[in-house]
């Protein structure tokens, strides 16, 4: 019997290639795919996360399974964490503060939100049993390639968002100028003790850019007789920085900051903000939001600036208002301002009165009491087009209307009412983000012209 021998087959990739293959499956594709799927409908830009993901692959490559997956964790943290500060314009340090208020909000409520955390849980899984594979490549060869992966993801990163860089990481810069809606319409100088005051910052208040539908419905209630009747009207833009509590720090306080900035009594009061100025020439001073006092301390630090009283969701639902629903649930906005103008109708001395809605807030979904549904009623067109930003529309059409039949009834006291956006809404798409100004924000001042006669008076 003559023996055959039997040649083996010849790898067709070497073992160290297919090593370096199994470092590159998890540490630039794993850790950036989903990031990647966004390119095509926007996302804020990612250089430094793609290059933390791949040099903390290179340096753990030849560490133990745990160690490896514990780092590939800490890295889709720091993604995450980076990917959201983006989208809501917040400053990392602003976004891990902001963590501990978790608990409040309901996520739940939103299908992105839980379809993302889903896609996120699969990566973790996924990336423990591809880890099980030898990774520790060795060849310079390949690890110049490694290199050569990280530099051009970051590069086709950089390329996919041309254009759309100014939409995120919106904090204010050192040195920045200061402008403001307060600023800039002289409101605290209306403070002569002969009519009130009202401030309403609107969540999510942008300024449309290149969208003639959207720019034809922003303040369009406004332009009608019995408001020309009382008030002059003028509107404007300006510009912000951050998130919403930023937005109420620029109003009330005159300058760039954010609200832990606030949560220190003394150092408040140094800042000499707007309800406390107003409180030293004799005003009272109330505010107003739709949401839990807890979130974001302001229950804390509203007192701070100079608020004596304040009424937030629970004692708003006491008073009528009904439930909204959205991942911020609590009163619904087109119900408050009928209790505003009850707090005026009856306030014994000349008011601040500021409010800060909250239906606005992104996402905006389906359902939840919002009356967003058929937002075809503010616009078809949005509707086919632009369904979110269309809800959004809905929402403001319904505050706007209810705000309007309150101060323009013939019992509203004489008031200045200053409305003012926030931020920008912060959509997570380039299609509906690039509909608005990534840099300013809309105000409309309602300037009181005095009343005659008997109507003359600040209360009842």
Known sequence: MTALTMEKPVPRFSADFRKFANWALVWIGLANIPFMAMWFVGAPPRFM???IAGFVGLIVKRMPRMVQWTAFAAVMAYSLLSFVAGLFNLAMDSLLYSLQFFAEIKPGNSAEYIVAAIVVLGILVASWFLLKRDTNFEKPLHILLGGALIFGLVGADAAMGQGMRGHYFREAPVGANFESAAEKTGFAARADGKRHLVLIMVESLGVPRNNQVMAEKLFAYYENSAIRARYDVSQGTSLYYNSTTSGEF????????????LLDAAEAKQLDCLPAQLA???????????FKGEFFKRNQWYPNIGFESQEFWPELEKRGAEWCGGVFAGACD????????ENLKRAAQPTFLYWLTLNAHLPVPTGANLNADDCGRVSQELASDFPMICRQFAIFDDIDRALIAEITASDFPEADILLVGDHMPPYFDRHNRS??????????YLKAKPLSGDDAQTGD
């Open 435 to 444: 509909q608005f100004d990534p840099e300013r924000v809309p105000w409309l």
């Open 334 to 341: 087109r119900q408050v301002p009928a209790m505003l103008a």
């Open 49 to 51: 996360e793609i290059a």
């Open 280 to 290: 030293e020439k004799g005003y009272a001073t109330h505010a107003m939001h739709s």
């Open 250 to 261: 620029r109003e009330m306080c005159g300058k760039w900051g954010d609200y832990y900035e």
